[in-house]
């Protein structure tokens, strides 16, 4: 099950209905030949500060809460002790229905203004007001980390689960973000060593505990309550959180 997380990523396959519908996706591998690696975001060895910039299609920008959970994630969970920023970069319509992934590659070609630099590693996250073309029938992938630094939105998709005007928006925008982050983070055996064994058997790259946020079905324990009560997500369990802490994450 060892393979090379230079090479490969994991597909976030999502979602479900408000509380109630589940739908559930095979996950595909993603090629990539990006030069960073996991380590890069969780340690302060090479790189003490981390940039994100969040770049986003001007009908689908992500919600306010989205992005104050995300910077207190990371905060939370890397070695920056330099900082966590995040900037919002407005993008032009694509003007597509869907989008495949050699296309967001190269719109982050195009459009990605963050460089990493000297102590500061930068990391592209976009939300698209399109959907990515290589859905299977009858479902919707909500996200992709695509590379060592790379995470793709799919905005659009996750309209037809929560409208951008509805509270638990920031809910689902973050519980995407957190799971691909923590591919990105390397946990399960995709590239952060796990200090005891707990990768899924059927599902690489994801963890065997229904109740983890890196479980593959990570989404039956979301908790949507638009109208009373408050948002449920999963969180790292404590096999994650002894593998990012033991690979210099916190
Ligand atoms: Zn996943
Ligand atoms: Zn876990």
Known sequence: MNRNWLKSF???????????????????IVETVDPYKPLDLLTSSTYTKLSVEIAYSETNPPATLTVDNITQF?????????????????????????????????????????ATSANTLAVWIVFLDTEYAGNPENDRLMGI????????????SID????????ARSTLETFVLKHEFGHMFGLVNNGTSMVTNHLSEDHENHCSNP????????????????????????????????????????
């Open 211 to 250: 109740e983890c946020l890196m479980y593959f079905k990570a989404e039956d324990n979301i908790k949507l309550n638009d109208l009373v009560g408050e948002d449920v997500l999963p969180v790292f369990d404590e096999d994650c959180l002894a593998d990012l802490k033991a690979a210099g994450g916190k």
């Open 74 to 114: 990371l905060k939370d969970r890397l070695n920056k002790p330099d900082g966590v920023t995040v900037t919002l970069h407005k993008l032009p319509p694509t003007d597509s229905a869907t989008m495949k992934l050699s296309g967001v590659r190269r719109l982050e070609e195009l459009q990605r203004e963050g």
């Open 10 to 28: 994991t597909i976030l396959a999502l979602l479900t209905v408000g509380c109630k519908e589940e739908k559930v996706t095979p996950e595909t």
């Open 160 to 167: 037809f689960y929560v409208k951008a005007d509805m509270p």
């Open 145 to 156: 980390a695509y590379g060592a630094t790379s995470m793709v939105v799919f905005a659009k």
